[in-house]
Antibody, heavy 121, light 111 residues
Framework: EVQVVESGGGLIQPGGSLRLSCAGSGFSFSSCGMSWVRQAPGKGLEWVAVISSGGTTAYYADSVKGRFTISRDNSKNTLYLQMNSLRVEDTAVYFC??????????????WGQGALVTVSS | DIVMTQSPDSLAVSLGERVTINCKSSQNILYETENHLAWYQQKPGQPPKVVITWASTRESGVPDRFSGSGSGTDFTLTIDSLQAEDVAVYYCQQYFYAPFTFGQGTRLEIK
């Protein structure tokens, strides 16, 4: 069974840093692009970042560019999101998402349950 | 960035009736023969679930009352014979050019 499980969420003050992790299992992790998607309370889905299967290519939403870094460790089947200079408007549930195997331009086919990040003083 | 615009924002349909949700992209998302467009269903308190990929490919386990159509910039998600369990918010997403933007969502309710 394909599973992606997020961890590392919590309450953080504005300007602080936090790192989310996502453990993948039940699929060939190194063959799939991986994304982070967030959802602010009561709002729609916002795409955050994507990384290629090999980890060499990454793209970001303008709202997080320069502050967030997506990375992966294929030896550990783990995806990361390093979030720096956090703002109140970054408060959201952050979903880890697996794409279909292959190119970075592929649809998401599995989602984690999400990790809540609350940025507040 | 590619802007995805869904219509309507919300709709209420009677059980057993057909549902049509539209999604328009601000740029062509067709490459060769593949439209880079997916549909997701999100029920309250749950993560999204993929329904349709490549504009018209129904994912494994999705009931055959769900179908996707369209090409280029205009796409449609159709639910034939609405069931109570289909109540959800539906999102389209393009994965052609990063950022891989979502539509604003369409809330589907029972009339």
């Amino acid at each position: 069974e394909v599973q992606v499980v997020e961890s590392g969420g919590g309450l953080i003050q504005p300007g602080g840093s936090l790192r989310l992790s996502c453990a993948g299992s039940g699929f060939s992790f190194s063959s799939c692009g991986m994304s982070w998607v967030r959802q602010a309370p009561g709002k729609g889905l916002e795409w955050v970042a994507v990384i290629s299967s090999g980890g060499t290519t990454a793209y970001y939403a303008d709202s997080v560019k320069g502050r967030f870094t997506i990375s992966r460790d294929n030896s550990k089947n783990t995806l990361y999101l390093q979030m720096n200079s956090l703002r109140v408007e970054d408060t959201a549930v952050y979903f880890c998402a697996k794409a279909q195997p292959g190119a970075i331009a592929a649809p998401i086919d599995s989602w984690g349950q999400g990790a809540l990040v609350t940025v507040s003083s | 960035d590619i802007v995805m615009t869904q219509s309507p924002d919300s709709l209420a349909v009677s059980l057993g009736e057909r549902v049509t949700i539209n999604c328009k992209s601000s740029q062509n998302i067709l490459y060769e023969t593949e439209n880079h467009l997916a549909w997701y269903q999100q029920k309250p308190g749950q993560p999204p679930k993929v329904v349709i990929t490549w504009a018209s490919t129904r994912e494994s386990g999705v009931p055959d009352r769900f179908s996707g159509s369209g090409s280029g910039t205009d796409f449609t998600l159709t639910i034939d014979s609405l069931q109570a369990e289909d109540v959800a918010v539906y999102y389209c997403q393009q994965y052609f050019y990063a950022p891989f933007t979502f539509g604003q969502g369409t809330r589907l309710e029972i009339k």
